[in-house]
């Protein structure tokens, strides 16, 4: 059964940082694109960042410049370094993992709060 750990998520005051980790587990099909999504309350969960096999990167215009998303590839891990965080990244963060032959699958959600 698939499973997804995400942690690192907590309170933080404007301008300061943070890391999110999520940890999927092995499969015999290995991994396609990873990503980070966000949901504030009232909101529609939107786009933060995605990275594919390959490296390649994309992310929401908000966050450009201050959020840089990284993979583990042998560890199935994604990594958002978050950093210059502002009031308005204040979200519960959804590591999204996309397996090869398997679909698409969430993790539990992590609640970043910006708050002085």
């Known amino acids: 059964q698939v499973q997804l750990v995400e942690s690192g998520g907590g309170l933080v005051q404007p301008g300061g940082s943070l890391r999110l980790s999520c940890a999927a587990s092995?499969?015999?099909?290995?991994?396609?694109?990873m990503g980070w999504y966000r949901q504030a309350p009232g909101k529609e969960r939107d786009l933060v960042a995605t990275?594919?096999?390959?490296?390649?990167?994309n992310y929401a215009d908000s966050v450009k410049g201050r959020f840089t998303i990284s993979r583990d590839n042998a560890r199935n891990t994604v990594y958002l370094q978050m950093n210059s965080l502002k009031p308005e990244d204040t979200a519960v963060y959804y590591c999204?993992?996309?397996?090869?032959?398997?679909?698409?699958?969430w993790g539990q959600g992590t609640q970043v709060t910006v708050s002085s």
């Open positions: 999204n993992v996309i397996f090869r032959a398997m679909g698409t699958y």
């Open positions: 092995k499969t015999a099909f290995g991994i396609n694109a």
């Open positions: 990275i594919t096999s390959g490296g390649n990167t």
